[in-house]
Each structure stands twice: as structure tokens, then as C-alpha cells.
């Protein structure tokens, strides 16, 4: 499986703003579409957001839909950003970049997750 790493998670007041980064080192001759999910303990892994890296479009959870901004680095393969406003306290979750396997040589796979905690 490919290891992703995620970045930028952090504290923040409701209302205030984060930056994630999710990457997948050591595979630039994959091409991945990269995923985020959240997880609260107790609960099930939602799905929050999606970019094609093919024509750039975007998917986003209801929840998160215009508040929260997928992108892709066009300067580095297979990075991507989530860019998190007006942020609230059920918000509150471990983010976890995801990709799909992308041929025979380009795993799938789960980053580590990074903690997104939004205070009132």
C-alpha cells in the first residue's frame, strides 16, 4: 500500500481556519485522485471531499460544501490540499487522506491521519 502523509491539522476557534496537505512520496510515476475522510471515535469514516487529477473536479460532503476547498499542487505530483473555513466544532475529527489503487504498480491506500480540533 502507499503510505500517505497528511499535514496541517491543529487547534482552531470556531469560525477560524486550517490548511491540510496530503502527499504520496516515492510514487510520481502514479497518478492518484486523492480523497479526504474524518473520523470521530465511535462513529464511521465519512467522506468529505474528492479532486480529479485528471480534469481538476471536486466532490464535496454536504456538510463541508462551501466551506471547504479541495485543490491540487500542479507543481508537485500527487499533492493535494484542503483548505478548511468557517470552521465548527463538529468539524471536530481525525482527517485521513485515501487514494485508490491507479494501475499495477500504484497502490492504494490510508494516510496516517492528522487531528483537526475546533473549539467554541
Known amino acids: 500500500q502507499v503510505q500517505l502523509v497528511e499535514s496541517g491539522g491543529g487547534s482552531v476557534q470556531a469560525g477560524g481556519s486550517l490548511r491540510l496537505s496530503c502527499a504520496a512520496p516515492?510514487?510520481?510515476?502514479?497518478?492518484?485522485?486523492l480523497s479526504w475522510y474524518r473520523q470521530v471515535p465511535g462513529k464511521e469514516r465519512e467522506f468529505v471531499s474528492s479532486i480529479d487529477s485528471d480534469d481538476g473536479s471536486t466532490n464535496y460532503a454536504d456538510s463541508v460544501r462551501g466551506r471547504f476547498t479541495i485543490s491540487q499542487d500542479n507543481a508537485a505530483k500527487n499533492t493535494v490540499y484542503l483548505q478548511m473555513d468557517d470552521l465548527k466544532p463538529e468539524d471536530t475529527a481525525m482527517y485521513y487522506c485515501?487514494?485508490?489503487?491507479?494501475?499495477?504498480?500504484?497502490?492504494?491506500?490510508w494516510g496516517q491521519g492528522t487531528q483537526v480540533t475546533v473549539s467554541s
Open positions: 485515501q487514494t485508490r489503487p491507479s494501475g499495477a504498480y500504484c497502490p492504494g491506500g
Open positions: 516515492g510514487y510520481d510515476y502514479c497518478t492518484y485522485d
